[in-house]
């Protein structure tokens, strides 16, 4: 089925230029922003529109929850920012709050097989309220998770070894925050592990790969102290998430799914390779994980379990 309607709620930094960024792709015939800052919303589809010649045509525009009514995909982006120094599980009481209405505006008017992308942090606790709130399958809910991690590290990977970042194979699972664990029993780079790699060109030792993942797992606080807020990269990959459901990739991407019993972990929302397709997320293989990476996984899941607790899920 395609999906030709997207609804961005929330015309923040991450919600206006995730906008534009689904507009640059030609994916959608129409995309529609939402904001409790009506002119801001107003403002951003007005000055997106006015460089429709050079895009594939689309109509952007601006309006209220109704617009939800025949919506495909509605990204949510609505949320309070990320401070200096504040943890993405330190937003959660804030942001949290803010779901309860959204998630009930938005479900007065949506579809029952509207797909809901999460966006705003923490991103794998409101994922999981979201599904909650909305009483939609577990399929049709799910966060934008640790995409930008994987490819923060994809990236490292590359300017590490030189090797074009496509070609960089790895995951960073778990939680989208300081739980994460980076699956390097997985990454390869041309088929080779990385003690193999390391092995033949000095690069992807175990101090390089610990270095990588620090890197990747502080990089949003890095950016945040430097410039105030991450809206770039995480824009390009709610573009290509959206893609994948639009267009029925069936691609495996690290979104942050509802899981239902994978890795021994059932009613947490958080990332693990899934299969992105029309229907939102698919299959969720269990990959087979090193034994400490798994127990890094489960762990990121309990501690992901008891903030859903302690606001009431």
């Known amino acids: 089925m395609f999906r030709g309607k997207i609804v961005v709620v929330g015309a923040g930094f991450v919600g206006s230029t995730s906008a534009f960024a689904v507009m640059t792709g030609g994916v959608f015939n129409e995309i529609v922003l939402i904001d409790i800052n009506r002119d801001k919303a107003e403002g951003d589809a007005m000055d997106m529109a006015h460089g429709e010649a050079f895009v594939k045509p689309c109509n952007i525009y601006s309006g209220g929850y109704e617009e939800c009514r025949d919506a495909d995909i509605i990204v949510i982006t609505a949320g309070a920012n990320q401070k200096p120094g504040e943890t993405r599980l330190e937003l959660i009481n804030k942001n949290v709050a803010i779901f309860r209405s959204v998630i009930g505006e938005i ?3 949506a579809p029952s097989d509207v797909i809901l ?3 705003s942090n923490p991103v794998d606790v409101l ?6 709130l909305s009483g939609l399958p577990r399929k049709q809910v799910l966060g934008s998770g640790t995409v930008l991690d994987t490819a923060r590290l994809k990236y490292m990977l590359s300017e590490l070894t030189g090797i074009d970042t496509r070609s960089c194979h790895t995951y960073i699972i778990g939680e989208h925050g300081d739980s994460e664990v980076a699956a390097w029993s997985v990454t390869n780079i041309a088929g080779m592990t990385m003690d193999e790699f390391a092995a033949q060109t000095g690069k992807c030792t175990r101090e390089d790969r610990d270095r990588m993942y620090n890197a990747v797992k502080n990089a949003a606080y ?5 410039k105030g807020a991450t809206f770039y990269a995480i824009a390009l990959a709610v573009k290509r998430i959206t893609s994948c459901i639009a267009g029925e990739e069936n691609s495996m991407l690290t979104v942050s799914g509802v899981l239902d019993g994978q ?12 299969k992105v397709c029309g229907e939102g997320v698919g299959w969720i293989p269990e990959v087979r994980f090193s034994e400490e990476e798994l127990a890094g996984l489960r762990g990121s899941g309990k501690m992901l379990r008891e903030c859903a607790k302690s606001i009431g899920f």
Do not use: H, R
Request: charged letters at 20%.
């Open 107 to 109: 479900m007065k008017y």
């Open 117 to 119: 992308l999460v966006v």
């Open 263 to 274: 890795y021994g972990m059932s009613d947490i929302a958080l990332s693990v390779p899934a």
């Open 127 to 132: 994922t999981y309220t979201a599904y909650k």
């Open 222 to 226: 890095e950016i945040i102290d430097k």
